[in-house]
């Protein structure tokens, strides 16, 4: 099968496309074709292996070959011990814990795997495992979004930016995006109510509170946290810096406890089976999966530079192509 490989960290000039042998599902394994993959922002730490945390597994060299983990597509055999799921059948995943989605096969564990809802294509069924669980916990498991709400997202124009600001918005929140010059437009089209150019102003020294501050590109100390939270706010910090991270996990639970303000890390629960709140509202139309641009999976490297690079407002999506497309 043709997959997009790579075996040391780096740019997007260490990936290449090759001919490798389709994995064989284990016991409880099912193998898929693989029709469409989404990109995360996990993919491009994973490339680069930046911030650290990306390195559990592989510190000096990246131990899976193949990134990709928001997948979408058809059975095409299973395991022994496979009850759940029979061959043609249409399935995504989110398989963060093995990857391999950029190929035309994965094997997939039956347990992260589901069944395409209804009306949902491969391709928005791709969008959704990674961005809609962090969204789903981030505005409304966690960060207990309530009508009237003053929440910010920074990150806002990315993957899971765009849905948590709907999610928020939909919750009654009065929203703000924080995101590049170049989001701007975007994140007020998607819903926000107001937006912030994180490359002219620092949204910890505007003055300004919020009962929820959702951060997908965390940075700073847990103190300029604080100083943005609302008395009884919180803060969740889903990624960024890993010297914020250890902020967080070690001073978060000390600071401001007095205002009853909470900063703290978002351990997201990933896997498709936890969505079905942000399912109905995508089937329902109240919530929409916005796809910037799809590439081909020769393209994959162009695919995570223009993620990379900043320019991905919403979800970028990899379609695969029947073999000898590329
Ligand atoms: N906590 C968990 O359990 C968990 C699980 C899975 C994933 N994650 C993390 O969750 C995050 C999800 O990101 P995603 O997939 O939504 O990524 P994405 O699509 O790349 O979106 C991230 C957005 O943040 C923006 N950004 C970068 N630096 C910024 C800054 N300093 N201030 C404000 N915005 C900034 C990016 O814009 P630019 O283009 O300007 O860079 C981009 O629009 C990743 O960091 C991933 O590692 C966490």
């Excluded at 016991?27 to 559990?56: F, M």
């Excluded at 928001?70 to 095409?76: F, K, N």
């Excluded at 669980?133 to 309530?146: F, K, M, N, P, T």
């Excluded at 914020?244 to 997201?268: H, M």
Aim: charged share 25%; aromatic share 6%; with cysteine.
């Amino acid at each position: 099968m043709r997959a997009v490989v790579y075996t040391r960290y780096g740019p997007p000039d260490v990936l290449g496309l090759a001919d490798v042998d389709v994995p064989t599902p284990g016991d409880h394994e099912v193998l898929v074709k693989v029709r469409a993959v989404s990109l995360n922002a996990s993919d491009w730490e994973g490339l680069r292996g930046k911030p650290l945390y990306s390195r559990i597994g592989g510190l000096r060299r990246p131990r899976r070959h193949i990134l990709g983990s928001d997948i979408a597509g058809q059975v095409e055999t299973v395991g022994r011990q496979v009850k759940g799921f029979r061959p043609g059948e249409d399935v995504f995943a989110d398989n963060l814990a093995s990857l391999g989605g950029f190929a035309e096969y994965v094997c997939v564990s039956e347990t992260a795997l589901a069944r395409i809802p209804s009306g949902m294509t491969y391709e928005e069924a791709a969008a959704l495992p990674q961005a809609a669980a962090i969204a789903l916990q981030g505005i409304r498991i966690r960060g207990q979004v309530r009508p009237g709400h003053r929440v910010l997202i920074n990150g806002a124009g990315g993957g899971s930016g765009t849905y948590a600001v709907q999610l928020a918005k939909l919750d009654g929140a009065e929203v703000t995006g924080v995101d590049n010059t170049e989001k701007l437009a975007f994140m007020r089209k998607v819903g926000a109510d107001h937006v912030i150019d994180y490359t002219r102003e620092d949204f910890t020294r505007n003055g300004l509170t919020y009962d929820l501050i959702l951060d997908l590109a965390a940075h700073r100390s847990v103190f300029a946290y604080k100083r943005s939270l609302a008395p009884g706010g919180r803060f969740l910090y889903v990624g960024g810096s890993v010297s914020t991270l250890f902020g967080v996990l070690l001073v978060g639970p000390l600071v401001g406890r007095a205002a009853r303000k909470k900063v703290r890390l978002l351990a997201v629960r990933l896997g498709v089976r936890h969505l079905a709140p942000m399912i109905e509202l995508c089937q329902s139309g109240k919530i929409a999966t916005i796809i910037d641009r799809r590439y081909r999976l020769s393209e994959v490297p162009e695919a995570l530079r223009y993620l990379g690079e900043g320019h991905a407002k919403g979800k970028v999506v990899v379609v695969i192509d029947e073999p000898g497309a590329a």
